[in-house]
């Protein structure tokens, strides 16, 4: 058997090695330089006025819910397909979670499904709508933004799928981060994101008072006084320890300036893919990308309707394992966890149902070789032979 390919992992060089050893040596192994370093890197990388590094995607969005003021008796909209953190945070502040469904082809949330859960939420306060750029794919920003904001909420963007991704606006190209119809964007560097920290996370936004309140929430909720003397600081509220020291934020500012030849790299390898999967249609559709989204791929997601070809999806998982091929599923609804459903009652959602039901991630990551992905589909082929 051949190499295992797993469904995602990090691309590390010698020159990221080199980033991380150079930090170890320098003055600050955190709150130094690098962390300003890498987050003015990565505001001009999305297009955003602001960049607060933290220490993961998980820490971002608790922050965001309390930089935004989100707490007890808040209602937040987030969709039924994403991975557990996106509703954690919104819980983690004592706030409620409203479900949205998603369309079943794109496990995206759109305008309908979250035009759905506000009627569902009519009467509370929402206060949030936490749209997922789910696979890198990115959602219809501005209609949902237009529902949020008549419902007096904010758009939080969960996005560590979609760093590199844009939205075309009329003849704009947005960037996904630059928060162009959100309050603020959320990104992760876990070993399988576009790219990689180990674990590490950013928040961005255009909002001057949001990003100091981020700051200040990301290191014990202190703040020093304008002309203070040099000990004094203040604490206006209790914040957290969630930086990113200076060592991850060095890997971060070199990792990041390949997001360009990474991204490209996922786009060649997305082509490969549409390419060698069209036989297997329509046993095997790729998931549907919207119109205006112009994403970099975090994941190669394919629908099987496992019931019609009469096999069962771990039938397909252990085939392909068999062969060297990892896959995940993205994701289990999480309404039906049992946290949720103890805490919301049961709720149906067809859209979020049909998609797990048929979703499963196929191999997609920079460091695949130009044959992996052939190799990938034949192994499907033949499983599903
Ligand atoms: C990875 C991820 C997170 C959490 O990020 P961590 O850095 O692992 O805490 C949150 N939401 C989505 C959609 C993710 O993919």
Redesign the pocket.
């Known amino acids: 058997m051949s190499a295992w390919l797993p469904y995602g992992r990090q691309t590390i060089e010698d020159d990221d090695v080199a980033a991380v050893v150079a930090a170890l040596r320098d003055d600050f192994l955190t709150t130094g330089p690098a962390v300003e370093a890498f987050e003015q890197d990565f505001r001009q990388v999305v297009g955003a006025d602001h960049a607060v590094a933290c220490s993961?995607?998980?820490?971002?969005?608790h922050m965001t819910m309390l930089a935004a003021g989100i707490g007890p008796g808040d209602v937040c909209i987030v969709p039924a397909i994403?991975?557990l953190?996106?509703a954690n945070c919104a819980a983690y502040v004592g706030a409620d979670v409203v479900f949205a469904d998603v369309d079943p082809d794109s496990g995206l949330m759109t305008p309908a499904t979250l035009a759905e859960a506000l009627e569902r939420a009519k009467g509370r306060r929402v206060r949030a709508v936490l749209p997922?750029h789910?696979r890198g794919d990115v959602c219809d920003l501005p209609a949902l933004a237009a529902l949020a904001e008549s419902a007096g909420a904010i758009i939080v963007e969960?996005a560590?799928?979609a760093l590199g991704s844009s939205l075309r606006v009329g003849n704009q190209q947005e960037p996904v981060g630059g928060c162009a119809h959100s309050a603020m964007a959320?990104f992760?560097?876990?070993p399988?994101?576009t790219i990689a920290t180990g674990?590490?996370?950013m928040v961005t936004t255009n909002d001057a008072g949001l990003a100091e309140r981020l700051r200040r929430l990301r290191s014990h909720g202190m703040s020093r006084p304008a002309g203070g003397d040099p000990w004094v600081y203040e604490m206006v509220e209790p914040g957290f320890n969630y930086r990113l020291p200076d060592i991850l934020c060095a890997l971060g500012r070199s990792q990041l300036a390949k997001l360009p030849r990474f991204g490209a790299r996922r786009r060649v390898l997305t082509q490969a893919y549409e390419t060698a999967l069209a036989p297997l249609a329509p046993r095997v559709r790729i998931a549907t990308r919207p119109e205006a989204s112009d994403p970099v791929l975090h994941l190669m997601t394919v629908l099987i309707d496992f019931a019609a070809i009469g096999m069962t999806r771990r039938a397909v998982v252990d085939g392909l394992a068999a062969r060297g091929v990892g896959t995940q599923v993205h994701y289990i609804p999480v309404h039906t966890q049992p946290y949720w459903r103890a805490r919301n009652g049961a709720l149906s959602l067809a859209g979020a149902q049909a998609w797990y039901d048929q979703c499963l991630t196929l191999p997609l990551f920079p460091g695949m070789a130009d044959d992996d992905v052939a190799r990938v589909v034949d192994a499907l082929t033949e499983v599903l032979a």
């Open positions: 993961n995607g998980t820490a971002a969005l994403t991975f953190a996106t997922v789910l969960d560590p799928h959320t992760s560097f876990h399988v994101k674990e590490g996370g």
